[in-house]
């Protein structure tokens, strides 16, 4: 993952919209700090996947400032699933939204 590749995704998915219509996309990552036992995990304790230090790398790369200013450079509102409703255009002129659906918490 890198922002190059999330902006490459993002511009992929919206070839061929007409110019004025929304796109709503969602990003599936699981961004984070990797948990340290034994402490963690989903349920049973740390495994494999919280324990993963590239949680940490995803964070970084989709908290990064460039990427951010370049998303908003773009016309790109982000925002969590939970607030999409509040978000959705009721305009057919609205920018395209992008929903990466991540919360980081801290450590």
């Known amino acids: 993952m890198s922002a190059h590749r999330v902006l490459g ?5 919206l070839e ?3 110019a004025g219509h929304a796109l709503t996309a969602e990003l599936m990552a699981h ?3 990797p948990s340290v036992p ?16 590239e ?12 990427l951010r200013a370049q998303l ?9 699933l939970d607030d999409l409703d509040s ?3 009721r305009e057919s002129s609205a920018r395209p939204l992008w929903n990466p659906s991540w ?3 801290p450590p």
């Open 55 to 66: 949680r940490l790398h995803e964070l970084r790369v989709l908290t990064a400032p460039t």
């Open 16 to 18: 061929g919209i007409p």
């Open 9 to 13: 995704a993002l511009a992929r998915a």
């Open 72 to 80: 908003a450079q773009d016309g790109v509102q982000l925002c969590a």
């Open 38 to 53: 034994p402490a963690g995990g989903c349920g049973e304790g740390p495994d494999a996947f919280s324990c993963s230090w």
């Open 87 to 89: 978000k959705r255009p």
């Open 31 to 33: 961004p984070g700090y």
């Open 103 to 105: 919360s980081p918490s």
